[in-house]
């Protein structure tokens, strides 16, 4: 039998050894951890390196939130060498060999944004704060994205926007650590212009259906000085509810005010419910006014809502950013790459999203460091080609990317569920581009700070 | 003047699915004395039944066409319905596109027992429950109901077209002497609006004419005394939530080929129901029918262009504008009984 002498001060003895014995390698670690984390936020002190997206989960765009995500992660195994590589092949920088972001293996956290401004802050943050995220990507809607790029400002990591349509998110509100690869509503109003007066004519009369929040205001006031432009008249415009279903009664005033021509101003669900109840319901594309066939528009179209507004969208212009039926050589490797592996084509949120990871990986090995002051210094006014939209500049002034837009329209015979909407007309980038202050972005008083590097 | 016509028109389809939602709602509150937040899921589950027939009628033979192909590529597989298959392309296709009208035959079953498990299943546990409790267990149980949906049908609304012969719309104007054009009417809306008549004017009679609605009726104005006759009062209570149910499901149901259906389609319409009942008076059926024609026509008028310039924001606040000027001088509602949630 053994005796054990079990002394109260033997006790605090032994203790306080052996907390110090754990807390030893704990502050070497700490101190370790300091020392390189010193410069920028979440430096990458391991053989990982952490990507947040940010995409919306729950909520109305959830399937465009995981599209997003399937790209994403598309993205993710690219840079780290698995599967086919897509883009990697056809990018015009070869500075991505595949083996992760300067020899670090790429994981990556998600978020949802909820397509809330309060809830996508407060899951970008716990990504950046908790899982060590040195870059935010994704989102569906341009509140989001405004409030996200904010925050990634103060944050000092960088934010590769994803779907975001409305002028101000390089505009008034644009941001050193801030990137947008999508088009904005400016563009679409000087791509469908031409398109319009080409099929439509220049004599014609407008009423304007816009959903009453940030992105539908200057998508309106774009649509309606490049139609102006044309020489059409704007007969009304009229802000909608966002949290509207029934559009019945906004569309029934448009009868009697003299338009024959009828722009929806409108995303997602809002697009989707008047699309069908000026179609289906009150049947406007059958109608004659001031001697022409009504016609309606719809500038931003996605994948998503064409497939929600079913047979209703035959014959009705828009515009996209991108279209997988594009057919250039970094188009075709994303969509061989994405439609092999999840067994559809990717939406036009996708291929957003997917562009902005491998932009900002590259723009990393360019730049030689996660740096986000040096990231933003290799995405400014940086060239490329081979993801998908054809040759497109990151402007400096405004990090707002320029590149062809697409002019499509709702196909009258699609042979599958897939090609819903028809390529009309690639704008060319010299017709959608504008200057850094130009009055619909914010003007001279429109800066972009000066780069965060947090820390 | 054709504007006024025109909002009347508008008015009255938005306030007939108004008028049949709070019906239900204001059924089971009269009955159970419960106050169903899960009643708008019901409303969504409905036309979910449209989109499930509609589905199950296009489900496809898929061939390989080596004519055509696919985004990658590869041969493309065409579908052709097992319906077009079986009966020919005509009669096949007809089917196919009656299936929202056709998707009311199988509603009716389905949205019973839905309400029957609903209420035996979870809502009986908390008839002696605070009201608070109730609110919550039903708005609980309205989350579950519409991320089951979004599971298995995702986020993005459904099409779910009328059948061909009623798309397009019927010029009212030409009939009253205004030029073509201007007072034209969809016809869908106008069926809309028939059902809901003849679905009120249903239930009503159901009430009304039938011994089972007379012990009910007994019931809502005397549970105790019904009860005390002999009379098991619990189990008409219980019909009467499977009732109500199919009644919220059967306008769900036909509201799809206005508004294409998607998982939140139910709480878009829960509030205004809510208030719809409100401005009714609790438990009383006639408010409710009331309330949702009236408060479907003001809302219709708030969104004039006259009236959102005249007063901004007027079309987002209106239906709860009417309910304070209502509460305030009528605390029970237009048509509200005596007693109910007064104590």
């Not at chain 1, 075709?332 to 562009?355: D, H, L």
């Not at chain 2, 799809?256 to 809510?274: A, K, Q």
């Amino acid at each position: 039998m053994s005796k054990t002498d079990l002394t109260r001060r033997g006790v605090l003895r032994t203790g306080a050894a052996g907390i110090g014995a754990l807390a030893t390698p704990v502050i070497f670690t700490g101190a370790a951890t300091a020392a390189s984390h010193t410069g920028f936020t979440n430096a990458p002190t391991g053989r990982n390196v952490t990507l947040g997206f940010n995409v919306p989960q729950t909520g109305p765009y959830a399937d465009e939130g995981a599209d997003e995500l399937l790209a994403q992660q598309l993205a993710v195994e690219h840079l780290n060498g698995e599967g086919d590589g897509g883009c990697l092949n056809t990018f015009s920088s070869k500075a991505l060999r595949g083996n992760g972001i300067l020899g670090k293996k790429v994981t990556f956290v998600t978020g949802d944004t909820q397509t809330k401004s309060d809830a996508a802050r407060a899951s970008a943050k716990s990504m950046i704060e908790k899982d060590g995220a040195i870059m935010i990507n994704g989102g569906s809607s341009s509140g989001v994205a405004v409030a996200v790029q904010g925050l990634c400002q103060e944050a000092g990591v960088i934010f590769m926007a994803g779907l975001t349509h409305a002028n101000d998110t390089t505009g008034k509100d644009r941001k050193a650590n801030g990137f947008r690869h999508f088009f904005n509503a400016y563009m679409s109003g000087a791509a469908l212009a031409p398109v319009l007066a080409n099929e439509m004519g220049r004599d014609r009369r407008a009423y304007h259906l816009t959903a009453d929040y940030n992105w539908g205001w200057t998508q309106e006031e774009s649509i309606v000085a490049s139609t102006e432009a044309l020489g059409w008249e704007t007969v009304e415009t009229v802000k909608t509810p966002l949290a509207s279903t029934d559009f019945s009664s906004y569309i029934t005033p448009v009868l009697n005010s003299g338009a024959d021509v009828l722009v929806l101003n409108h995303y997602g669900g809002n697009m989707v419910n008047s699309l069908t109840n000026a179609v289906q319901g009150f049947d406007l594309l059958s109608k004659q006014v001031n001697g022409k066939d009504f016609k309606i528009v719809v500038p931003l179209y996605s994948e998503l809502m064409a497939t929600g507004a079913g047979r209703n969208i035959k014959g009705v212009l828009g515009s996209m950013n991108y279209n997988w039926q594009l057919p250039n050589n970094g188009s075709k490797a994303f969509v061989r790459s994405f439609g092999e592996k999840y067994g559809k084509p990717p939406s036009n949120s996708a291929q957003t999203c997917y562009a902005q990871v491998l932009l900002y990986a590259d723009a990393v090995e360019r730049a030689g460091s996660f740096n986000p002051c040096a990231v933003v210094e290799a995405l400014e006014g940086f060239e490329f080609d081979g993801l998908g939209n054809g040759k497109t500049l990151y402007r400096a002034a405004d990090h707002q990317c320029f590149k062809d837009v697409l002019v499509v329209r709702g196909a009258e015979n699609p042979k599958s569920a897939y090609d819903t909407l028809e390529i009309v007309e690639i704008t060319p980038v010299a017709q959608v581009t504008y200057p850094p202050d130009h009055a619909m972005f914010g003007g001279r008083s429109a800066t972009l700070g000066s780069c965060n590097p947090g820390a | 003047m054709d504007s006024i016509i025109l909002q009347v028109l508008n008015g009255l389809d938005k306030g007939a699915a108004y008028a049949l939602i709070a019906l239900g709602l204001t059924l089971i509150f009269g009955t159970l004395g419960v106050v169903n937040f899960a009643h708008g899921a019901l409303f969504m589950i409905g036309a979910f039944c449209a989109v499930f027939l509609q589905r199950v009628l296009s489900y496809s033979r898929i061939s390989i066409d080596e004519s055509q192909k696919d985004f990658l590529g590869n041969p493309l597989k065409v579908e052709t319905p097992f319906v077009e298959i079986w009966f020919g392309p005509d009669v096949g296709g007809s089917i196919v596109d009656w299936s929202v009208p056709l998707a009311i035959l199988f509603a009716i079953p389905v949205m019973i027992a839905v309400g029957f498990a609903m209420e035996r299943g979870l809502i009986k546990h908390f008839y002696k429950r605070p009201h608070a409790d109730q609110i919550l267990v039903t708005f609980g149980l309205a989350i579950v109901l519409q991320e089951i949906i979004k599971y298995f049908y995702g986020a993005n609304p459904i099409p779910t077209p009328s059948p061909e012969a009623f798309i397009g719309s019927y010029d009212f104007g030409v009939m009253l002497g205004f030029d073509a054009n201007r007072i034209i009417y969809p016809y869908w809306r106008m069926i809309y609006f028939a059902f809901a008549m003849v679905l009120i004017f249903g239930v009503f009679a159901f009430l009304q004419f039938t011994t089972f609605g007379m012990v009910v009726r007994a019931g809502m104005a005397d549970r105790e005394t019904v009860g005390l006759l002999g009379i098991d009062i619990d189990r008409r209570f219980t019909i009467m939530f499977g009732v109500a149910a199919a009644v919220a499901g059967l306008a769900g149901v036909m509201y799809t080929p206005i508004v294409p259906p998607n998982y939140h389609m139910g709480m878009d319409f829960l509030v205004l129901s809510f208030v719809v009942v409100v401005v009714g008076g609790m438990g009383s059926l006639p408010g409710a029918v009331l309330a949702g024609f009236l408060l479907g026509i003001l809302e219709s008028f708030a969104s004039t262009t006259w009236a959102t310039t005249t007063l901004p924001g007027i079309n987002q606040i209106i239906i709860y504008l009417v309910a304070i000027i209502v509460l305030l001088t009528r605390p029970r509602g237009l048509m509200g009984r005596r007693g109910v949630m007064e104590e």
